[in-house]
T-cell receptor
């Protein structure tokens, strides 16, 4: 079975540019979680969705960040404009429902110059 | 606020040298404690979920235990392929999100 799929795997961009990260959920899962991982702060939840509806976005750092689920199997995380402090590894995870085990994708390593 | 503290930050073992990793937590009402393994450049891989004090789960050389304040991940006779970062996370009864610790980096030398 295919796991969570993320693209791109690596992104290098310049400050001020728009960045879009993509995630495909495991088939049949209806909860989607976006995390950010840095050396200083570890793994932090940014936002999560149940059945395409955003439930908790309290971890989104600021208005420059936005996330959507245009359909039940796909999500995007957009940063506009990007800043050097956004450099991190971004993971998405999916679960059968919000109470079940979360399965992580391989991550997108973002570097903002 | 829910908190998870893992110790030690890093641990170096010889192959076959058993040890334990610690995860201390404070949570308003525990609705699951999770252990994940993370290899460099990869996403966290699920290992175990524990729900109540006294519960234990095993998988190959790993055994996870849970008390009301902490969890241990025991590694018996580790092999070099057990080298990874081990992450602990908790979920409380009021929220659906996981709060992660910063992990323990384990290196097992042959």
């Amino acid at each position: 079975d295919a796991g969570v799929i993320q693209s791109p795997r690596h992104e290098v961009t310049e400050m001020g540019q728009e960045v879009t990260l993509r995630c495909k959920l495991i088939s049949g899962h209806n909860s989607l979680f976006w995390y950010r991982q840095t050396m200083m702060r570890g793994l932090e939840l940014l936002i999560y969705f149940n059945n395409n509806v955003p439930i908790d976005d309290s971890g989104m750092p600021e208005d420059r960040f936005s996330a959507k689920m245009p359909n039940a199997s796909f999500s995007t995380l957009k940063i506009q404009p990007s800043e050097p402090r956004d450099s991190a590894v971004y993971f998405c995870a999916s679960s059968l429902n919000s109470e079940e085990t979360q399965y992580f994708g391989p991550g997108t390593r973002l570097l903002v110059l | 606020e829910d908190q998870v503290t893992q110790s030690p930050e890093a641990l170096r073992l010889q192959e076959g040298e058993s040890s334990s990793l610690n995860c201390s937590y404070t949570v308003s009402g525990l609705r699951g404690l999770f252990w994940y393994r993370q290899d460099p450049g990869k996403g966290p891989e699920f290992l175990f979920t524990l729900y109540s004090a006294g519960e234990e789960k095993e998988k190959e050389r790993l055994k996870a235990t849970l008390t009301k304040k902490e969890s241990f991940l025991h590694i018996t006779a580790p092999k070099p392929e057990d080298s990874a970062t081990y992450l602990c996370a908790v979920r409380n009864t009021g929220f659906q999100k996981l709060v992660f610790g910063t992990g323990t980096r384990l290196l097992v030398s042959p």
